[in-house]
């Protein structure tokens, strides 16, 4: 599909790429229940808390420590209310349970979802040592994850990651049945748009832009052959009263366009 379409996006004007992006990552908690938000990274940690405010009331948020927290502070101040205790060996059972819905970010990811946040370059030798694997392996093989992308390009999104860290499908398939069980990577969200993995063999798949974004232009930043559909849609506008929960009540110092370029 070549796009040629105008760029400008439908409704009014007002949001930043940034608030869209807000949006696009509050989404992925819409209507989850009584599940533990595990956000990582600012947009994603404003998202979950704008997600609990409107459309998933009783989503968990946690300190990021050892408690939940029953209000909803903005990003970076602390909590008045003190809603559970949730340690760490208990995190860890939570996890196991699946009972958790964690967003990660990605140094690398391919077009079935394995993400890599250990290394650049070969293993033995690397390039650039990064954060190492973490907990992304029992994530993606016990509960429903998603990821976070602030700059998308072609440096992030490659054919091949260098090193799995986090599963995806098609590295899950090959594990077999004790990988696929519980195995279930929900979306994608970067600067430039949002995505699932629907294609044929769970292969991404773009599934809206961003206003001010094509499909050339995503297709372009991307290192791998991209599904679309014939008619992708624009990431979808955030109501008044989103807008004013982003910005006076959830992230009123603006730190959201500090992770996001307009």
Not at 32 to 47: R, Y
Not at 150 to 162: G, I, L, Q
Request: glycine content about 10%; overall charge negative; hydrophobic content about 40%.
């Amino acid at each position: 599909m070549t796009d040629t379409d105008s760029t400008a996006a439908p409704g009014p004007a007002v949001a930043t790429r940034a608030e869209y992006c807000v949006i696009a990552c509050a989404e992925a908690w819409r209507d989850a229940g009584e599940i533990l938000a595990s956000p990582m990274g600012t947009v994603p940690a404003i998202a979950a808390r704008l997600a609990k405010l409107t459309f998933s009331p009783e989503l968990l948020l946690t300190d990021g420590e050892a408690l939940l927290i029953g209000d909803v502070p903005a990003v970076g101040e602390p909590s008045g209310v003190t809603e559970g205790w949730l340690p760490y060996r208990r995190h860890l059972t939570m996890v196991m349970g699946g009972r958790r819905h964690v967003m990660m970010g990605a140094s690398q990811i391919d077009r079935f979802g394995n993400q890599n946040i250990s290394c650049i370059g070969d293993w033995n030798q690397p390039k650039r040592q990064l954060l190492g694997v973490r907990g992304a392996p029992v994530n993606t093989l016990n509960n429903p994850v998603s990821y976070w992308i602030p700059r998308h390009s072609t440096r992030v999104f490659v054919a091949k990651v260098d090193m799995i860290s986090g599963v995806g499908y098609d590295s899950a398939a090959a594990a077999g049945p004790s990988a696929t069980r519980f195995h279930d990577l929900r979306r994608v969200v970067s600067d430039l748009g949002v995505f699932d993995f629907g294609a044929a063999d769970h292969a991404m798949r773009l599934v809206s832009r961003h206003p001010g974004v094509t499909v050339d232009q995503v297709r372009e930043a991307t290192g791998f052959a991209l599904a679309a559909g014939d008619d992708v849609p624009f990431t979808r506008e955030p109501t008044a009263e989103e807008l004013r929960l982003i910005r006076d009540v959830l992230d009123p110092g603006g730190l959201r366009e500090r992770e996001v370029r307009s």
